[in-house]
T-cell receptor, first 108, second 112 residues
Framework: KNEVEQSPQNLTAQEGEFITINCSYS?????LHWLQQHPGGGIVSLFM???GKKKHGRLIATINIQEKHSSLHITASHPRDSAVYIC??????????FGEGTQLTVNP | NAGVTQTPKFQVLKTGQSMTLQCAQD?????MYWYRQDPGMGLRLIYY???????DKGEVPNGYNVSRLNKREFSLRLESAAPSQTSVYFC???????????FGSGTRLTVV
């Protein structure tokens, strides 16, 4: 079993829909990161959080440390949100362990 | 533009050849990292450097060496490339534990 599990693996939505991507982990962490990888391959850091909730534009990330679970929400989704979303947990020594990613496709 | 610069973007090597992947950041970050990304496996840490002058092995260091040349530059060397090293390689940096990571655009390496 992977230390970081994401669901779903693939997600197709219509423009405007509310989207949720889930991340569960099995180890103690110091922080959790959400990353976005565009079709061209570049990786962008979206959020780093260790408790509670963060919001940036239409993106919201939450984490429940007790349940070892995090969610990434996208409100009013748009085709430009189509990308792979990656959850990564940070453990001792600032090492990251990555999930396999969720491929999101938003259709117009 | 500020960020992490990786070169080259694409490379094809023959088995047994050597090459160095270059990474430079201009954000004065202390820590730098090399990851590889393979289908179905997520990114995996090859080597990292917590600060100038230090390097440590990550999850998959075999077949690789690194050099933290100065605070800006962190190179990854394949001494004798193998087909199993076909992958996309990402360099990343961060300034400290309270901040997120900045990634380079990646190097797509094929070993034939």
């Amino acid at each position: 079993k992977n230390e970081v599990e994401q669901s779903p693996q693939n997600l197709t939505a219509q423009e405007g829909e509310f989207i949720t991507i889930n991340c569960s982990y099995s180890v103690g962490i110091s922080a959790l990161h959400w990353l976005q990888q565009h079709p061209g391959g570049g990786i962008v850091s979206l959020f780093m959080l260790s408790s509670g909730k963060k919001k940036h534009g239409r993106l919201i990330a939450t984490i429940n440390i007790q349940e070892k679970h995090s969610s990434l929400h996208i409100t009013a989704s748009h085709p430009r949100d189509s990308a792979v979303y990656i959850c990564a947990v940070e453990t001792s020594g600032s090492r990251l362990t990555f999930g396999e990613g969720t491929q999101l496709t938003v259709n117009p | 533009n500020a960020g992490v610069t990786q070169t080259p973007k694409f490379q094809v090597l023959k088995t047994g050849q050597s090459m160095t992947l270059q990474c430079a950041q201009d954000m004065n970050h202390n820590s730098m990292y090399w990851y590889r990304q393979d289908p179905g496996m997520g990114l995996r840490l090859i080597y990292y450097s917590a600060s100038e002058g230090t390097t440590d092995k990550g999850e998959v260091p075999n077949g690789y060496n690194v050099s933290r040349l100065n605070k800006r530059e962190f190179s990854l060397r394949l001494e004798s490339a193998a087909p199993s090293q076909t992958s996309v390689y990402f360099c990343a940096s961060r300034t400290g534990g309270l901040y997120g990571y900045t990634f380079g655009s990646g190097t797509r390496l094929t070993v034939v």
